[in-house]
């Protein structure tokens, strides 16, 4: 069936949903059309928090990236957790091999692994709490200040953590290629051509743009604090599907998108987040495919720091 105009998919969409009980979580990095479809919209925590509670549903199509998907299944293993693009991975997760990470644990048998939630289930099944970038602070801090401690994959939440809670956790060298990019000169001039702008800055980004920030925190964090805000406008440096949201529940507000490194595009985009599109939400709960499917060993592995991480947050 060809199905092309949007409002028509919207409409198949909530019929598909009514009729297999299914609900819909995005990201608030997916294209605008698929955060309108939505049941519910948040950062990593909140999509985890969501879909442990979910009642009465017996699918989940999760629009994000895959760990997210693995994530909900761990969390929902009885619900059909559906992904839009199977492809659509995370170079982050992928920065950490779950092998390569064993052997940097096995090299410090005396250390608690704290591992950020993009991840492979393989790295999570060998963690003993996870972390969201919107409690991981919290989550570090109910450790004992001189506790011995792995963190990993972000070299720059990790960082972050270490700053903020004056912690020395070893860290595990990954990062995220499209965090990464943002460059602290490009924002300094953006940052003198708006004066008055506050400076929304996630964690994965690098240390000299965290400290030139009016607030570093998650998805969510960056949009309580600009809805909260009484300035009008805000330096926006995280990837640009954020923007979407910010500019619905601000209409009033000025958002700026940070530029990355390497040209003047005025925005950063995740490819992996992007390849989500309304089309294959629509494909993937007519055919109920791509269909998550996990490891049952790993699953009940990684079901403990998981639901760690929901206990603490
Ligand atoms: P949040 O948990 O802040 O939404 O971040 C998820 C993510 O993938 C950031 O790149
Ligand atoms: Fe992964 Fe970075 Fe994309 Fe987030 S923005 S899903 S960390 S690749």
Redo the contacts with the bound molecule.
């Keep these: 069936m060809s199905v092309s105009n949007q409002s028509e998919l919207e409409d198949k969409i909530k019929e598909l949903k009514k009729k297999k009980k299914a609900v819909i979580l995005a990201?608030?990095?997916q294209r605008g059309a698929i955060q309108d479809v939505a049941d519910y919209i948040g950062?990593?925590?909140a999509l985890a928090q969501i879909a442990s509670g979910l009642k009465d549903v017996e699918i989940i199509v999760l629009c994000g990236?895959h760990f997210m998907g693995e994530t909900a299944k761990v969390l929902c293993p009885d619900k059909k957790v559906l992904i839009p693009d199977m492809e659509a991975g995370?170079s982050?997760a992928d920065s950490c091999p779950a092998d390569k990470f064993a052997e940097f644990i096995a090299a410090h048998p005396d250390h608690t692994v704290i591992s950020y939630v993009?991840t492979s289930l393989g790295v999570k099944a060998l963690t003993d709490v996870l972390v969201?970038?919107?409690n991981a602070r919290k989550i570090v801090e109910s450790f004992p200040k001189d506790a011995k401690l792995i963190f990993g994959p972000d070299r720059n939440l990790g960082d972050y953590i270490n700053r903020i809670t004056g912690r020395e956790m070893l860290l595990w060298d990954g990062a995220?290629h499209?965090?990464e990019q943002f460059s602290g000169e490009k924002l300094m001039e953006l940052k003198r051509s708006h004066p008055e702008a506050k400076v929304l800055v996630?964690p994965?980004c690098k240390r000299p743009l965290q400290m030139m920030a009016d607030v570093v925190g998650?998805?969510?964090v960056l949009l309580k604090y600009a809805k909260e805000s009484d300035a009008r406008e805000f330096i926006v440096v995280?990837?640009s599907g954020i923007l979407h949201q910010m500019q619905k529940e601000c209409p009033d507000k000025t958002f700026i998108p940070a530029p990355p490194e390497e040209n003047g595009c005025g925005c950063k985009e995740?490819n992996y987040m992007k390849l989500n599109t309304l089309e294959k939400v629509y494909r993937c709960l007519e055919e109920e495919s791509p269909e998550i499917v996990v490891d049952e060993e790993l699953a009940r592995k990684a079901l403990r720091p998981i639901q760690r991480m929901l206990e603490l947050s």
Excluded: M, Q, W
Aim: hydrophobic share 20%.
């Design positions: 990201h608030y990095y950062d990593s925590l990236v995370c982050l993009n969201t970038s919107g995220c499209v965090h996630h994965e998650s998805t969510a995280t990837e995740c």
